[in-house]
């Protein structure tokens, strides 16, 4: 049981480069969530999927898509990468079993835009 | 979510007990008391969580007050490896939004 499993680990990007954080979790939840960390600070929700073919914004969703195809899998696009997206970005997962909603977190991609 | 208070940082000598306090006055009755930290450069980790009973598990123990105003996170016997920050969290049953990740308190543990 892996858990969450996210790919990259690190990467650097051009400005306006394109790329594809893959996240994936193996515990058969329903619910994942894409939050991005800048330093020293706090976590922020990106976007969220209560299931698969439903995805919802979050507090800081502007330059970012994201889809859910399967239960699996819940990849998040960065389309025209500027500086501002430099961060950590952390994929989670939660059952929502019983109304409680404690989330699994992967290890983090750490993403440089230069 | 309800808005909670913790102390910016503490130290605990390792092998002792560290107890870490949240206040959370504004509580409102659904709402459980999360605890995650976030060790350095990980992601975060769920700890524990309760609604009014103490709550224990392999990790820790969590005591909420009778009034459920304000909780504390007991790691019975500190190692190094708990150095991280600890985030108390109002979270309503039901809700599947994200939480809400405060500035937590820094634990440091002593060797």
């Known amino acids: 049981n892996a858990g969450v499993t996210q790919t990259p680990k690190f990467r650097i990007l051009k400005i306006g480069q394109s790329m594809t954080l893959q996240c994936a979790q193996d515990?058969?939840?329903?619910?994942m969530y894409w939050y991005r960390q800048d330093p020293g600070m706090g976590l922020k929700l990106i976007y969220y999927?209560?299931?698969?073919?439903?995805?919802d914004k979050g507090e800081v969703p502007n330059g970012y898509n994201v889809s859910r195809s399967t239960t699996e899998d819940f990849p998040l696009r960065l389309e025209l990468a500027a500086p501002s997206q430099t961060s950590v970005y952390f994929c989670a997962s939660s059952s929502g079993l019983g109304g409680l909603y404690e989330q699994y977190f992967g290890p983090g991609t750490r993403l440089t835009v230069t | 979510d309800a808005k909670t208070t913790q102390p910016t940082s503490m130290d605990c000598a390792e092998g002792r007990a560290a107890n870490l306090p949240c206040n959370h006055s504004?509580?409102?009755?659904?709402?459980?008391v999360y605890w995650y930290r976030q060790i350095h450069s990980q992601g975060p980790q769920y700890i524990i969580h309760g609604l009014k009973n103490n709550e224990t598990n392999e990790m820790a123990s969590l005591i909420i007050t009778e009034d459920r105003k304000s909780s504390t996170l007991i790691l019975p016997h500190a190692t190094l490896r708990d150095t991280a920050v600890y985030y108390c969290i109002g979270h309503p049953s039901g809700s599947a939004r994200q939480l809400t990740f405060g500035s937590g308190t820094q634990l440091t543990v002593l060797p």
């Open positions: 515990m058969n939840h329903n619910y």
């Open positions: 999927s209560v299931g698969a073919g439903i995805t």
């Open positions: 504004t509580i409102s009755g659904n709402e459980y």
